[in-house]
């Protein structure tokens, strides 16, 4: 196989949930050193990229930190910030935001074994692409350049530029049959219910 690394982004503002995402307590850890936790099961070596003045919770030594050159700019700065640091000590890429605690190592593998030949593997669930749950080429490091230059900014105008490869549903319900690796924390409701689902199957409800 392989060597596949991993991206985190955390750089984004968390203006609908009120407070970073990064530092939420979840399940006895901090939001990003959960999802942080649970890539590098699959996924070595890691990067984390945040914003230029951002603060981040302490990271693991063998966890590399980097920023966005440009604030503000989305996550295909962060993509671009993360490709770099990941030239010539990985291949490809599992790139990932940091507000999904519920993500499952098996959703991760299974995206790594359907990346094949093409540059880019990403899932499609309930008819959206899922760009900030998929697998990247280093390679693609040019075309995230290319785009930044020209202030297209969308992470999914990069599958029109090279080889992707959409993965249905279907060829994913079997590791994650309700999805919850694709489940981002964006407001503080979306935060209680996750901590209420996360109680209750630990509890035996679920």
Known sequence: MEHVGGIVLCGGHSKRMGRPKAWLPFAGEVMLLRVVRLLIEVVRPLVVVAG????VPPLPADITLVRDEQGGRGPLEGLAAGMAA???RADAAYVSSC???LLRPAF???LIDLLGEHAICVPRVADYHHPLAAVYRVEVAGAVKQLLTQDR???AFLFDMVPTRIVEAA???DVDPTFQSLRN???PADYEEALRDLRDVESGKA
């Open 52 to 55: 230029p003045e951002q603060e």
């Open 86 to 88: 990941l030239a010539g």
């Open 99 to 101: 507000d999904v605690p």
């Open 108 to 110: 991760v593998r299974r």
């Open 153 to 155: 900014l969308r992470p």
């Open 171 to 173: 060829e994913l319900v």
């Open 185 to 187: 924390l964006n407001t």
